[in-house]
């Protein structure tokens, strides 16, 4: 069985591999500018009291879901986190859907009930976000192993932070998919604090990716800023899922750079320099300088992903705002199964 551990990281973005065709560059810097600016719009919304409960942005991640989710189709099904408004809308939910979601207004996702860490759109194949921290790689495996039964070539795809990988769930997800071969890629989002807890306070090792080896699975590290990066690695290991040659753990490396939760304080734990310093490295500039640097497109044609994607994050907010919320005579729906 192949047992690889790759450092695919680089200062220098898209050099990884043949850089896709330009309408797919244009599609990975959309999504990364809709997630942005429709967390944006959140983070703002849950300052000014509209929004309740936890409010976790990936501003600074980006890369990471785009980059994984434009290989995946509709049928794929995702495995999400806490942090998991990104993986949301990578997959498909609409920002309307999202933002009507956090304000619990029956037109969100879950039809209000969900808020941000219970977002269910199976009709894109977004399994749910969680609150609870990592049972995505078990729900995977379990995704996998049924479509590997029922002979589809189908895949399940676990998204899971750094503070996940010590849980007992890592060990048992990853090991039953390999074992058995299952078309599952284990996304780990190495962002390096769990919370307020340091990665390397939490593991003597923190080099994720060199697990795959325990497992005898691949274990691929990318810059998680570097949606060109990612999209290269996570190409191969989705080819690898669906054509039955089993599952993937791919360690992006990536960073938050707003406060674990909105409203949380952000500091104590790390210093403003390191923030800043990642700052430089954010996901959206990096990429746009690349592209727009090789020639590959023009500014007018960001200019243009821009300015639809601004008008689409603030018809969200308004869309949310007035819609209605959920009848409380309905409260009792959907806890008890019909049949
Ligand atoms: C099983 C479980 N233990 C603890 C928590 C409390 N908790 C919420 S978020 C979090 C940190 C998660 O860190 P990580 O997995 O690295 O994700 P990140 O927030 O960095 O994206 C913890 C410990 C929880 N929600 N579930
Ligand atoms: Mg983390």
């Not at 509209?50 to 600074?60: D, E, F, N, Q, S």
Request: glycine share 10%.
């Amino acid at each position: 069985m192949e047992s690889t551990t790759t450092h695919a990281l680089s200062d220098n973005p898209g050099e990884l591999g043949t850089l896709p065709d330009k309408q797919v560059l244009l599609a990975l810097y959309r999504t990364m500018v809709v997630i942005r600016r429709t967390e944006e719009q959140l983070a703002k919304a849950y300052l000014s009291g509209l929004i309740h409960g936890a409010c976790h942005t990936y501003i600074g991640e980006e890369a990471v879901a785009t980059g994984v989710c434009a290989h995946l189709r509709i049928d794929d099904a995702i495995f999400s986190t806490h942090r998991g408004h990104g993986h949301a809308l990578a997959k498909g939910v609409t920002p309307r859907e999202l933002m009507a979601e956090l304000f619990g207004r029956v037109t969100g996702c879950s039809h209000g009930r969900g808020g941000s860490m219970h977002l269910f759109a199976p009709e894109v194949g977004l399994m749910g976000t969680s609150g609870i921290v990592g049972p995505s790689m078990l729900m995977a495996a379990g995704a996998g192993y049924s479509f590997k039964l029922l002979k589809t070539d189908r895949v399940g795809v676990a998204f899971f932070g750094d503070g996940a990988v010590n849980n007992g769930a890592f060990h048992e997800g990853i090991n039953m998919a390999s074992i058995w071969d299952l078309p599952v890629i284990f996304v780990c989002e190495n962002n390096m604090y769990a919370t307020e807890v340091p990665f390397a306070s939490a593991t003597r090792n923190t080099d994720v990716a060199a697990r795959g080896a325990i497992y005898g699975l691949p274990g691929i590290a990318v810059d998680g800023n570097d949606v060109l990066a990612v999209w290269h690695a996570a190409a191969e290991a989705v080819r690898r899922a669906r054509a039955g040659e089993g599952p993937t753990l791919l360690e992006c490396r990536t960073y938050r750079t707003r406060s674990h939760s909105e409203g949380m304080r952000d500091a104590g734990y790390r210093t403003r320099e390191e923030v800043d310093e990642w700052r430089t490295r954010d996901p959206i500039t990096t990429f746009r300088r690349h592209v727009l640097a090789d020639g590959h497109v023009i500014t007018d044609e960001l200019a243009r992903i821009d300015a639809e994607v601004e008008e689409l994050a603030t018809d969200a907010l308004a869309f949310a705002q007035n819609s209605p919320w959920p009848d409380p005579a309905t409260a009792a729906d959907h806890i008890f199964s019909a049949k």
